[in-house]
């Protein structure tokens, strides 16, 4: 865990032309959240990866489901191109902590078993679809993710989408506390549109690297309603990622 980076340092995703961090944190909308004890911090949490030689950290949220062990991100965390590679590879490690804070796991650890993303993303690395859900391993007390935080956050799909968000993640590689923004959406992102499926969206906040999968919650918190996935170059002051439909990720976690 000391070791990882954000992952969106190391990776390059081509899809939209657009989806890639701005080099550095300026103008950050966001603020640490105190208490990562109390709901609905508890389901977010830091996910630890491996792809390739790299160890890298994005974001996720424990969902509400009937296994009680889906974790959702970003797709690019676990499937996307490395520097100095031209074909995306698969993360092989994932460690999702829940109410990371400072070096503390909470809740636990929880081991990613399978891997589930859309075939849109693996094919082509469409970001109307970069999302992945991941069953995970109970921790050492032997509870599930969900049961463990408190419950999980179920998904919300086709929702309006001019709403507000809250949006939670774990920004930059030196802030080791999840941080929240709250945020209006602020229009479609056009350059989505020509890719397939429901076009992705912003919000009027800005993440940064590490922050990928983390979740938009609407409703007070009740719901995901989205994650984010990526940013434009030298916008300090938007975040984007997929609408959330049953096209996307209503199709990708049915079942799970």
């Known amino acids: 865990m000391r070791s990882a980076r954000p992952l969106d340092q190391l990776l390059h995703s081509p899809g939209a032309g657009a989806a890639a961090w701005p080099s550095e944190i300026a103008s950050a909308s966001f603020a640490s959240v105190p208490d990562t004890n109390l709901p609905p911090f508890t389901a977010v949490g830091r996910v630890f990866l491996k792809v390739g030689n790299f160890a890298g950290f994005c974001s996720g949220t424990a969902i509400n489901s009937a296994s009680r062990r889906l974790v959702l991100t970003a797709g690019h965390c676990l499937y996307s191109i490395l520097p100095g590679h031209r074909i995306p590879s698969p993360a092989r490690y994932f460690d999702f902590v829940p109410g990371y804070a400072a070096g503390q796991a909470p809740f636990g650890e929880f081991i990613g078993r399978q891997a589930f993303l859309p075939r849109p993303w693996l094919r082509s690395i469409n970001e ?58 602020s229009g479609d992102d056009r350059l989505t549109y020509p890719l397939g499926g429901p076009p992705s969206l912003g919000v009027g906040c800005y993440m940064g690297e590490g922050a990928s999968g983390g979740p938009w919650l609407i409703n007070e918190g009740a719901e995901v309603g989205g994650i984010t996935t990526y940013g434009h170059i030298k916008n300090f002051t938007h975040t984007f990622g997929p609408y959330f439909s049953r096209r996307n990720v209503g199709a990708l976690v049915k079942g799970l």
């Open 128 to 185: 109307n679809y970069d999302m992945a859900a991941v069953l995970t391993e109970p921790n050492a007390s032997g509870v599930n993710v969900a049961d463990a935080v408190g419950g999980g956050i179920p998904i919300a799909t086709d929702r309006a989408r001019d709403q507000e968000y809250q949006v939670l993640g774990y920004p930059g590689a030196n802030r080791k506390l999840m941080q929240e923004c709250d945020a209006r959406f």
